[in-house]
């Protein structure tokens, strides 16, 4: 169930290899940001996120990206989220904006980080969702290039998007330790 047993030493000398070739990582379906957000949802996940987002990921039917910087903020401290999300009912109400989301040009979700309590700044108080990239309010506002690749990266805005409470990654206030210890 969880792979291979490679040790993170094993997987570094296979990297390397994988490194010689533009097209390897992305062949093999282990490339940024899917490897990380599949090794997250395998450790963290519910039975149903695994079912619903891990499953396809693993046998490379859907696409993922990851939503944590955000303009206007300094944002190589990640403790600097000022997207907010609101519990209404059983859904949080998601609202902000976020930049640099990797692979967001093919992508069927977006793990967004946002604020669930706390103030910018705070590293406690930050959630993980997982957001289908086709929810009500998100928009992807543009494409950024980087590398001469022209759809790699982007920057969405979220306007009251609504995600059922069953869209938490881990715990709700825990999203940064569990984006970074990973």
């Given at each position: 169930e969880t792979g291979q047993g490679l040790s993170n030493l094993?997987?570094?000398y296979?990297?390397?290899?994988?490194?010689?070739?533009?097209?390897?990582s992305e062949s093999l379906n282990c490339s940024a940001p899917d490897t990380g957000?599949?090794?997250?949802?395998?450790?963290v996940g519910t039975p149903e996120q695994k079912e619903q987002w891990l499953e396809p990921l693993l046998n490379g039917k859907i696409r993922s990206c990851f939503g944590m910087t955000e303009p206007?903020?300094?944002?190589?401290?990640?403790?600097?989220i000022a997207t907010q999300a609101v519990l209404d009912g059983d859904?949080?109400?998601?609202?902000?904006?976020?930049?640099w989301n990797t692979g967001i040009h093919r992508a069927h979700s977006d793990m967004i980080l946002a604020r669930t309590s706390g103030e910018?700044?705070?590293?406690?108080?930050?959630t993980a969702f997982l957001t289908p990239m086709d929810a009500d309010g998100l928009v992807i506002e543009e494409y950024?290039?980087?590398?001469?690749?022209?759809?790699?990266?982007?920057r969405v805005s979220l306007t009251d998007v609504r995600v059922p409470h069953g869209a938490i990654l881990g715990e709700e206030?825990?999203?940064l330790q569990i984006a970074q210890h990973f």
């Open positions: 094993d997987y570094a296979i990297a390397a290899e994988l490194g010689r070739s533009r097209l390897a957000n599949m090794e997250v949802l395998e450790r206007g903020l300094a944002s190589s401290d990640a403790k600097n859904e949080w109400v998601i609202n902000g904006e976020k930049t910018p700044g705070d590293g406690h108080g930050i950024l290039w980087t590398f001469n690749m022209p759809t790699d990266h982007g206030g825990r999203g």
